[in-house]
């Protein structure tokens, strides 16, 4: 059964500092893996989705890297701002014969502060 | 709409009751999932939906818990005979075509069984 691990579960770093989300899994055969974005009472918005055969995809100050065959994946925020105060989530998506759907890390609660 | 939108946002039931909950997909997304989220967790599929057919029900914990997509459009989850660990936040997802493209998430309704 495919798990995925977010370390770590909570981090606080003061505005303008760089930081890296970490995100694992346990089975590498997997379609792709997407990044979210969650704000308190909201849904997810997605973020980023790398491909298996991609290695990162690259959006404004996030950049999201991916090592299938040591399952692993890490988020990059450059030029932390408060407003970027929320928890993310990884998700991997893996085939299940019929369909395929999204298998969630715990995520990690990022605070930002001025 | 320009997202997904699901109804009611926040529910609460007495324990036996039935409850049914709306998630209205992009116009147009041919896949359509369901997630449930308990606090402090990341989300955690229950089934999924290719226009109508339901081709992956895997996830839903218990007969008690029914989704139906009639018209390859809106879906509802219903829920018999609500139990207090009922109690979470469920998601509703679409994505344009294949269950492997990028998923969009609704605002989620927030069930509590008393």
């Known amino acids: 059964k495919q798990e995925v691990t977010q370390i770590p579960a909570a981090l606080s770093v003061p505005e303008g500092e760089n930081l890296v989300l970490n995100c694992s899994f346990t089975?590498?055969?997997?379609?792709?893996l997407q990044w979210f974005r969650q704000d308190p009472g909201k849904g997810l918005t997605s973020l980023l989705l790398i491909q298996s055969s991609q290695r990162e995809q690259t959006s404004g100050r996030l950049n999201a890297s991916l090592d299938k065959s040591s399952g692993r994946s890490t988020l990059y925020i450059a030029a932390s701002q408060p407003g970027d105060s929320a928890t993310y989530l990884c998700?991997?998506?893996?085939?299940?014969?019929?369909?395929?759907?999204?298998?969630f890390g715990t995520g990690t609660r990022l605070q930002v502060t001025l | 709409g320009a997202g997904v939108s699901q109804s009611p946002r926040y529910k609460v039931a007495k324990r036996g009751q039935d409850v049914a909950l709306r998630c209205d997909p992009i116009?147009?997304?041919?896949?359509l999932f369901w997630y449930q989220q308990a606090l402090g967790q990341g989300p955690e599929f229950l089934t999924y939906?290719?226009?109508?057919?339901?081709?992956?029900k895997s996830g839903l914990p218990s007969d008690r818990f029914f989704a139906e997509r009639p018209e390859g459009s809106v879906s509802t989850l219903k829920i018999q005979r609500t139990q207090q660990e009922d109690s979470a936040v469920y998601l509703c997802?679409?994505?344009?075509?294949?269950?492997?493209?990028?998923?969009?998430f609704g605002p989620g309704t927030r069930l509590l069984v008393l």
């Open positions: 998700a991997v998506i893996v085939n299940t014969g019929t369909a395929s759907k999204l298998t």
């Open positions: 939906f290719q226009n109508e057919a339901q081709l992956d």
């Open positions: 089975d590498s055969a997997i379609y792709n």
């Open positions: 997802a679409s994505s344009l075509a294949t269950s492997r493209g990028t998923q969009y």
């Open positions: 116009s147009g997304h041919v896949s």
